[in-house]
Structures are given as structure tokens and as C-alpha cells.
């Protein structure tokens, strides 16, 4: 069996195992908007969840950003 590959550094998928040693997921995590696949822990934690923090900020941000007349859009 081939191990999948990170779309982001294409390093091998991570295997999560249960405390008996019981594989129970090696599919990784979803890359996206980094990416269109499949991506490992490691860039899931520091690129794709930070990367996804940030547009629910800035959206919350521009959400109620005031217009040009000084009046809340929201």
C-alpha cells in the first residue's frame, strides 16, 4: 500500500493509531484554500488552519467596516 502524499510539501500522510495500535485514519486533513487535496498534520497546524483564521477575520473585519459616510454597514 502507497502512502498518500501532502499536496502542500509532499511529504507522507500521517497515520493516526489509537492507544491499542489500531490504525483509525490515514486520509490527512483538507488543504484547502492552501491547496486542492490532501494535506499532513504538520501543514494543516501551520499553514492551513492559521491561513483559515485569517479569513474569518478579515471577513468579520470587513463585515462591519464603517462605508464613507462614517455609518456602520452593520
Known sequence: MTNLKCIICKGDIDKHYSSDG?????QGHNAEPIADGRCCDRCNEDIVVPHRMADIFTEHKNYYKEDNDGKSTK
Not at 489500531?22 to 490515514?26: A, E, K, S
Open 22 to 26: 489500531t490504525m483509525y485514519w490515514d
